[in-house]
């Protein structure tokens, strides 16, 4: 959708806006931004590929004896940061990783969504996502990141008691001023939390926004004296974040989801992307949901999924889809969330939709009743299940699954399950404050 650049274009614009300074940008494996500053003068050398940096000090990168990697700038990326340093203009381009020989390095979370849009691409599809990241926005003190918000206001409540609403907005202003066509921003449910919603575009465009999104939001929330955070649920008994991923394919310039004589208007292909989606769900939760923390929002009772399940109305289960349709039919997985490496989120769930496709995965009738209403045996008679209840058995079940793990490539797999099972075993060895409250004076 953005207006692609040339080599020569990037190259004028630095000279005629006086950028002084360039981020070369990219994401290791558990999506954490990481960044080259380079000067104006060595970007011609950067757009030519030829700029090396350390692997071995990336997480899940390579070892120290094989160090040496090579960033590739993609040019459509290019943007110039709206905060305007006094000596001078800075700018940022989003990078592939490449290895010494040329080769893309298998460890690249962007080369893997692109190594899947490919194989969409040749089944005949384009992919087009629109995330919903949620945040929160808390109090620092002496430089300290406390849990106090500055509001106890609630779904698109408005000032004065959204006293985020000042932040909020120079966040929406510094995106658009970034090439964002911001479509909403609100108020969310809990007290603190906030949302801004941008328009879809296709998936390797999405993930690139989803990671200048967080980073921009997070800049802009210090600036007002405000730490933005995106993990998934910081307070307890509340709502969690969450990032709702809009998702669809395109054949021929049409909508692939799209079937008007179908009574839900939904074609064959729509239902097998569904049927793939539900199918590789518990695996693909290793990935969306990547974190300890992210299990405790996948609970009941705080609007976030806990069971597989499909609707064309109702928000209780995993996947919806929304009421429009025509060009603007799509379907909506709402158990993502921010903390999740966009890159990776994007492939997995683009790579169960093609698998449903490819083997023709039907799936169950949509439920359009309260799943949390149901009594347990209700949902084994309707042959719902839930989504992993903690990491670990997301994990497990990653580890299981051939097809999300071959997607994901063997060298961000085994680096990825090593870190996940190092935090698991960190977290088991710690003793929380819950249980001083609850075992102290009782034993």
Known sequence: MKEQLTKKDILQQVKDLNVRFIRLQFTDIFGVLKNVAITSEQLEKALDGELMFDGSSINGFVRIEESDMYLRPDPSTFAIFPWRPSDGAVARLICDVYNPDGTPFSGCPRGVLKKVLAEAEDMGYKMYAGPEAEFFLFHTEDKKTTLETQDQAGYFDLSPVDLGEDARRDMVLTLEAMGFEIEASHHEVAPGQHEIDFKYDDALATADKVTTFKFVVRTIAQRHGLHATFMPKPIAGINGSGMHTHQSLFKDGKNAFYDPDDPLQLSKTAYNYIGGLMQHARAMAAITNPTINSYKRLVP???????????????????????????????????????????????????????????????????????????????????????????????????????????????????????????????????????????????
């Open 301 to 443: 009772g705080f609007e976030a999924p806990a069971y597989i399940a499909w609707s064309p109305r109702n928000r209780s289960p995993l996947i919806r889809v929304p009421a429009k349709r025509g060009a603007s039919t799509r379907i909506e997985l709402r158990n993502p969330d921010p903390s999740c490496n966009p890159y990776l989120a994007l492939t997995v769930m683009l790579k169960a939709g093609l698998d449903g496709i490819k083997k023709g995965i039907e799936p169950p009738k949509p439920t359009d009743r309260n799943i949390y209403e149901m009594t347990a045996e209700e949902r084994t008679n309707l042959g719902i299940i839930s989504l992993p209840e903690n990491l670990k058995e997301a994990i497990d079940e990653l580890s299981r699954d051939e097809v999300i793990r071959d997607t994901l490539g063997t060298h961000i797999y085994q680096q990825f399950m090593e870190a996940k099972e190092k935090e698991l075993n960190e977290y088991r060895l710690q003793v929380h404050q819950w249980e001083v409250d609850k075992y102290l004076t009782l034993y």
